[in-house]
């Protein structure tokens, strides 16, 4: 028996197997392109306003360049011409004309009935034999017959008659399904013969070597050689290496913006004639004398000596257009200003990488900084400069004649918890804000996302004493009052309860629900809602839209060490504003698992909540963590369970007339409806055994 190979002459079958390739690929890439997208940028709102800094044009040319990077223009593409493959491969399948293969059957060559007896078989067979015979048959041109047909013709006939009486060829036909017996199979090809026949089959073996010899090594290589570039920050290694020899553990703001500039990325945007074009004019801008500051670009002294000390350069360059991009100095020039605010969104990048090498030492002061940096750079307010200037139209007069001579900066809250007339009369007047814009910046101030800690504690999911090494859970209960707010609600205590759901409530153990108490104390069940993104940094001089994230991480303030590191929240349980603008002062929920210290004892921390994108919107409170002996808490435990006599009982009546205390026989709410508090550290009520909070909170320094 032999193989034949046959290739698809016809065109029927290649046009499926194409169409069945490109669905496989097409469709998950269309799903791709047209899912709902999980950016918390093109989800979250916007604060309302109609505010446009200087150069407003720029900067949406530069965001609006950046998201169409991200509109997947490649992959777009990609979904067109898969659809018009599928779509031409299924108009060849409707349109082409199919040839189906047929079955041997020696009743249909013979021209008999399949109930004809052997004698009427061989009786018929006798007349095709006087028609078909080959010494009888004569070629009719008519037919396009000719001696072969003939003979082939004669042949078939003869071995379809041998299969309806001759025993031995009868058996090959019932078990092969032909008198021959087994035939040769037949492996059909789903490509049209042309492209392995008439001479092309050097360009399939071509098409086959740029594939698997050139295309195919060059996209793994691309792809390995980018994964060892780059760093998981999303910034290349060298330019992490350079950020790793400029650490030090006193760098302040001024210090790692300096450190920013080395980044190998500027390398890219500043290139050839741009690398030092225009760098005089940008030093003797950001050099010259500043209003609020000793120089216009908000630099100190020690900063302009570091930026003077670099070569002329790339380098030199960046830090010039950092300085300016941070002091919102004016250049004069269209290109200059470009290149200042394509400056900022790279800076960013590198902070975060920044970020990452300072966790890995742990010293807490360049882990404040790099957050701090941050805050900057997504703001363009100089280091050590008051946080007013995050509100719009606040320039360097302004600023100076509400803060004074005072050598410390007001926050935007402490500006706007002063009455309003107090506001106006130092912030509204020639040359300084006109009564539209004290408007506009009040307008602005009144949307910010200031969080205020309400509580914050440590428990372990349902145990009442936290031991060593368990799995502790640190809780943050806060609410967003935005700067001014009046006639703020009271917090309802049962939000601060953090409650554990029942072990038989599936639901709530995978999150589908929350447990909480209501307003007669009883445990009940509600559905957990979806996540929500809050509003969008209001940030006019950053190129990018950028959601806020908060990041709480403990420190050890004795050893200046970071104690656990930083947790961050991008999404809130519940909406900061309502539709019309109006806070909801709802309490937010924000939970961090990290491991117990391995001894026990009682452990102060200091909890900071940094926000990375608002100046002056951070926090910093102490909290206790009481951590008891594993022995110990179980002796307690069992105390806790004894119970006392019941009151009907006799024991119950003479404890009674001893003074002692009974057990009611009245049902009771169960025990983790009464002592729900128990469960959590930092209870008022088990001082003594859980870990305390000072949950008076005070912005960070």
Not at 43 to 63: F, G, N, S
Not at 171 to 183: C, E, F, M, V
Not at 665 to 679: F, I, L, Q, W
Request: aromatic share 10%; proline share 6%.
């Amino acid at each position: 028996m032999s193989s034949e190979y046959s290739y698809d002459e016809q065109g029927q079958f290649y046009p499926f197997f194409i169409f069945t390739l490109t669905t496989i690929v097409t469709l998950p890439l269309t799903y791709s392109l047209f899912s709902p997208s999980t950016d918390a940028t093109a989800l979250a709102p916007r604060l309302k306003t109609t505010y446009e800094p200087e150069h407003a044009d720029l900067i949406q040319a530069q965001r609006a360049a950046q998201k169409r990077k991200q509109r997947k223009i490649k992959r777009a593409i990609a979904v067109v011409l898969g659809w018009a493959t599928m779509a031409g491969m299924l108009y060849l399948i409707i349109t082409t004309q199919r040839t189906t293969t047929k079955i041997w059957n020696p009743y249909d060559i013979l021209g008999v009935s399949e109930s004809a007896s052997e004698k009427q078989i061989k009786s018929h067979y006798r007349r095709l034999g006087l028609k078909f015979h080959p010494d009888k048959a004569k070629p009719d041109p008519a037919k396009n017959e000719t001696v072969e047909s003939l003979n082939d013709k004669w042949v078939d006939l003869t071995k379809a008659y041998q299969a309806l009486t001759d025993e031995e060829v009868r058996n090959n036909y019932i078990q092969y399904g032909h008198p021959d017996g087994k035939q040769s199979y037949s492996i059909g090809i789903a490509l049209p013969k042309f492209i392995v026949s008439e001479g092309n089959g050097k360009y399939v073996v071509l098409v086959y070597a740029l594939l698997l010899g050139v295309l195919l090594p060059y996209y793994v290589g691309s792809w390995w050689y980018g994964t060892q570039r780059i760093t998981k920050e999303g910034v290349l290694v060298e330019s992490a290496n350079n950020l790793f020899r400029e650490y030090s553990e006193n760098m302040d703001e001024g210090d790692l913006v300096t450190a920013l500039s080395g980044g190998k990325e500027f390398q890219e945007v500043l290139k050839g004639d741009k690398a030092e074009s225009g760098l005089a004019k940008i030093e003797s801008r950001i050099l010259a004398e500043g209003q609020i500051t000793p120089f216009a670009g908000g630099l100190s002294v020690k900063d302009k000596e570091k930026l003077e000390d670099l070569d002329s350069g790339v380098r030199r360059k960046v830090l010039a257009l950092l300085w300016a991009y941070l002091g919102r100095v004016e250049l004069d020039d269209p290109a200059l200003n470009s290149a200042k605010y394509l400056v900022a969104p790279i800076a960013q990048s590198l902070c975060g990488s920044f970020r990452a090498i300072a966790l890995a030492y742990g010293n807490t002061k360049p882990i404040l900084t790099s957050f701090y940096t941050s805050q900057r750079l997504i703001q363009a307010v100089p280091p050590n400069v008051s946080p007013l200037f995050q509100l719009p139209h606040f320039t360097p007069a302004v600023v100076k004649a509400i803060e004074g001579d005072s050598k410390t900066h007001l926050t935007v809250q402490e500006f706007m918890d002063l009455p309003d007339s107090e506001r106006r009369s130092v912030a509204v007047g020639p040359g300084l804000l006109s009564e539209e814009q004290y408007k506009t910046a009040v307008g602005i101030a009144t949307q910010l996302p200031y969080l205020r800690v309400e509580k914050a504690f440590f428990k372990v999911a349902g145990e009442r004493f936290i031991i060593p090494s368990s799995l502790v859970t640190l809780v943050v209960k806060g609410r967003f009052i935005p700067p001014g707010s009046t006639n703020v609600p009271k917090v309802d205590e049962l939000d601060l309860e953090d409650i554990d759901p029942a072990e038989d409530d599936l639901d709530a153990l995978m999150g589908r629900k929350k447990t909480a108490k209501d307003e007669n104390g009883k445990l009940v069940t509600k559905e957990d809602t979806k996540p929500v993104p809050p509003p969008l940094t209001f940030a006019p001089y950053y190129p990018r839209d950028h959601s806020p994230r908060w990041h709480v991480f403990l420190s050890d303030s004795k050893q200046g060490k970071m104690a656990v590191p930083p947790f961050t929240f991008t999404m809130l349980d519940k909406p900061i504003f309502t539709d019309d603008g109006t806070p909801t002062y709802h309490v937010q929920t924000w939970k961090a698992q990290f491991a117990a210290p391995p001894q026990a004892g009682t452990y102060t921390f200091v909890m900071h909540v940094v926000c990375d994108s608002y100046i002056g919107f951070d926090t910093k409170t102490e909290v206790t963590l009481t951590v008891e002996d594993a022995s110990k808490a179980a002796t307690m435990a069992a105390e806790d369970e004894i119970s006392e006599p019941d009151e009907d009982s006799l024991a119950g009546q003479m404890n009674a007339l001893k003074g002692g205390s009974v057990a009611s026989t009245k049902p009771k709410r169960r025990k983790d409806d009464d002592d729900s508090d128990e469960d959590e550290s930092g209870t008022e009520e088990e001082e003594d055994d859980t870990s305390e909070t000072n949950t008076d909170t005070e912005p960070e320094s």
